[in-house]
């Protein structure tokens, strides 16, 4: 039967390949991305003949050691995501929604590494010349071998790079970039997917590092083809809406490094600038402290972060209660306040609830879910927390507060911070040592651990 077929039906999209055309995919469910892809006729025999004449299998301990330097690309955050700092032949694809400094952020890590000496292009297809100058400008830089290629022309973008032989490449964007062998625009799944193909081979073949910038759709997804996802190296994604200044690097993929890291940075006039110390950001003015105000000590990747969590709870004008987080799961939520209800015999029915996390971070990390129903708590009762107390662990259906990973770390970053007490689950107290000057309060419940704050020393409020 398979042999029969002489031509299969590719999604553009999605990869998935049916041997009869379909209008739209059975898959993704796209319209109209199926495009035809001729089999070769099979030759059994000759492959396996060619196979065994060109190849030489290798066993695990035979494989050569890739011993080479990372590159640093001059912002500790950014390598923080890239895994340790740029790697030969590595392709990044960053994604991030219009206007959030994808660009702005390239070319200053081109400029950075241009002022080491390295040979730097960066090809613009979206901005022109005088553009690019005004920007960099803007950004007070001057770096002499950084080379400008405003072009989008894939024949003379890949002419150009292996003609210069740069040692780092920045291709801004790869929606604008455009083979002549296709009849479609640029920005078409098939020229995108093409595209990204060759300038990805060129930079594996060259062994050069190379980012591709990605255009982001309104729903948030990567525009264009997922197949070039698969295809580079590491996927970063550049988050922070336009009212916050911060702005938030992820890994969505590395072949590389770990995922899950973050790096954070910052706009100003002058560009993007990394955020040094970002738990002392987070936590707001700690002077002014207000009821439903917490410090939850979440984990982003494999750094311990301090961040305000605020909620309001206030009687709801509306039959149904609303229930709104800000990056917190709205489910999670959900399930503390089912618990809070059940466990502490609060009452949320005629209340709507509002959770916040400062900053515009996106918490994913179970070790807030303490701080969150702590806030809860403060802002029901209005009662303040007492200050200077940072609070961490999760909670399960019965009201138990568990342990969670990377403790230590935790309470290092809490003690570096100058906080007095931290609240955590009681298993992980038993094994930790204190820091000097912080007071462990340990919780085994929910109840326990308002309890705990009510009796704290420090407290000196009124009680919860
Ligand atoms: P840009 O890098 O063009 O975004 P992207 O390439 O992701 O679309 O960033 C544009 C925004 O950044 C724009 O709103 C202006 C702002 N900006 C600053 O705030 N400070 C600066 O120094 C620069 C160059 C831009
Ligand atoms: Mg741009």
Request: charged share 20%; glycine share 10%.
């Amino acid at each position: 039967m398979a042999a029969k077929v002489k031509s299969s039906y590719i999604c553009q999209t999605c990869g998935y390949a049916s041997p009869r055309w379909m209008g739209k995919c059975p898959d993704c469910g796209a319209w109209n991305t199926l495009v035809e892809e001729i089999i070769p006729a099979k030759n059994a025999k000759r492959r396996t003949t060619l196979a065994m004449q060109t190849v030489k299998l290798l066993g695990l301990d035979e494989l050569p050691v890739d011993q080479e330097p990372r590159i640093s690309s001059g912002y500790k955050e950014l390598d923080r995501v890239l895994g340790g700092g740029l790697v030969k032949g590595g392709v990044v694809l960053i994604g991030g929604p219009p206007g959030i400094g994808k660009s702005t952020l390239l070319l200053q890590v081109s400029g950075m590494l241009a002022s080491k000496g390295l040979n730097v292009l960066y090809i613009s297809g979206e901005e022109s010349l005088s553009q690019i100058k005004l920007r960099a400008e803007r950004l007070e830089m001057s770096a002499p071998t950084l080379k400008i290629l405003s072009e989008s022309s894939l024949e003379i973008i890949t002419g150009v790079i292996e003609a210069t032989q740069p040692g780092f490449v920045v291709m801004d964007s790869i929606q604008t970039v455009f083979s002549s062998d296709f009849e479609s625009l640029p920005g078409h799944i098939g020229q995108v997917r093409y595209c990204g193909h060759t300038l990805t081979k060129l930079a594996k073949d060259k062994q050069i590092p190379m980012f591709l910038v990605g255009q982001v759709t309104k729903d948030g997804s990567l525009a264009g083809p997922r197949v070039l996802e698969h295809l580079v190296d590491c996927l970063l994604l550049f988050e922070g809406d336009d009212q916050h200044v911060y702005r938030l690097l992820r890994t969505a993929k590395n072949r590389f490094g770990s995922t899950n890291e973050v790096g954070i940075f910052e706009m100003g006039s002058k560009g993007v600038t990394e955020v040094k110390n970002p738990s002392a950001h987070l936590i707001g003015n700690q002077a002014h402290t207000a009821s439903g105000t917490c410090i939850a000590v979440s984990l982003e990747g494999t750094r311990p972060l301090l961040v305000e969590i605020q909620a309001l709870v206030t009687p709801s004008s509306y039959g149904t209660p609303q229930r709104n987080a800000t990056g917190f799961d709205a489910r999670r939520l959900a399930m503390l306040l089912a618990v809070l209800e059940k466990r502490l015999g609060l009452h949320f029915g005629t209340q709507d609830v509002f959770i916040n996390a400062a900053g515009g971070l996106r918490l994913i990390d179970p070790g807030v879910d303490l701080a969150v129903a702590l806030a809860i708590v403060s802002s029901l009762k209005e009662q303040v927390l007492p200050p200077k107390t940072a609070v961490f662990g999760e909670i399960g259906l019965s009201g138990e507060v568990r342990s969670v990973t990377q403790s230590a770390q935790r309470i290092s970053e809490v003690s570096r911070l100058g906080f007095d007490s931290v609240i955590l689950p009681v298993d992980t107290a038993k094994g930790i040592k204190r820091p000097d000057k912080l007071n462990l309060l340990s919780a085994s419940t929910v109840q326990n651990a308002v309890d705990q704050l009510s009796n704290s020393s420090n407290f000196r409020g009124s009680r919860i």
